[in-house]
């Protein structure tokens, strides 16, 4: 019987020390020696401003670093799922590890990120891109654009208000109660 609890506090302990969304070992945050931030914030066409006014989100170094820290490898196909949360505003950096490799990164407050390896000029080399997700990000940042959230939530709701889409004096409550859910 001890040797049963030993071995169940064990696996317990392994578990809890084993990271639940491991980074990519490619990557290492640890061999960077340069992250220079190329695009700090853009919007692609279908920007929802409704969601996220894409000027709003502004990409850092530290962003970058947290990203290579906890971003998880998934599939083409799950990177481009149409359940896939998406705002349209994106930010991009290169990367320089102490190995030569350069990568060019590009993080959505979401969460998605997609990575291509690239030559000095940040030309795209024959590697195929990487597509990732980090929720500790997407966290992280969408807790930092709390009051942008809250500006656009009160923009899609002012305007169903005047669409007559939701009774007069809903948009105020509805808004009352995200607020306070966030």
């Given amino acids: 019987m ?3 609890s030993t071995l169940l506090t064990a696996v317990a302990a392994a578990a809890v020390a084993i990271p639940l969304q491991a980074a990519d070992t490619r990557y290492p945050v640890s ?3 340069r992250i220079e931030i190329v695009e700090p914030s853009s919007a692609t066409a279908w920007e929802d401003k409704d969601f996220l006014d894409c000027s709003e ?3 850092t170094e530290e962003d970058v670093r947290y990203a290579l820290q906890h971003i998880r490898r998934v599939s083409r196909k799950s990177y481009f799922s149409e359940y896939t ?3 349209g505003c994106s930010g991009g950096a290169s990367v320089t590890f102490k190995n ?3 990568i060019v990164i590009g993080v959505e407050p979401t969460g998605r990120i997609n990575i291509f390896e690239a030559d000095a000029k940040l030309e795209p080399t024959k590697a195929p891109e990487s597509f990732y ?3 500790p990000c997407k966290d992280r940042k969408m807790a930092l654009l709390k009051d942008a959230l809250d500006r656009a939530d009160e923009r899609r709701l002012k305007k169903l208000e005047a669409e ?3 009774p007069p004096g809903e948009a ?4 009352k109660t995200l607020r306070a859910s966030r």
């Fill in 2 to 4: 001890i040797r049963i």
């Fill in 31 to 33: 061999s960077v020696i």
């Fill in 57 to 59: 989100f502004i990409l």
């Fill in 85 to 87: 949360e998406r705002t």
């Fill in 100 to 102: 030569g490799k350069i």
């Fill in 133 to 135: 997700e980090c929720v």
């Fill in 164 to 166: 007559g889409k939701i």
């Fill in 172 to 175: 105020e409550r509805r808004l």
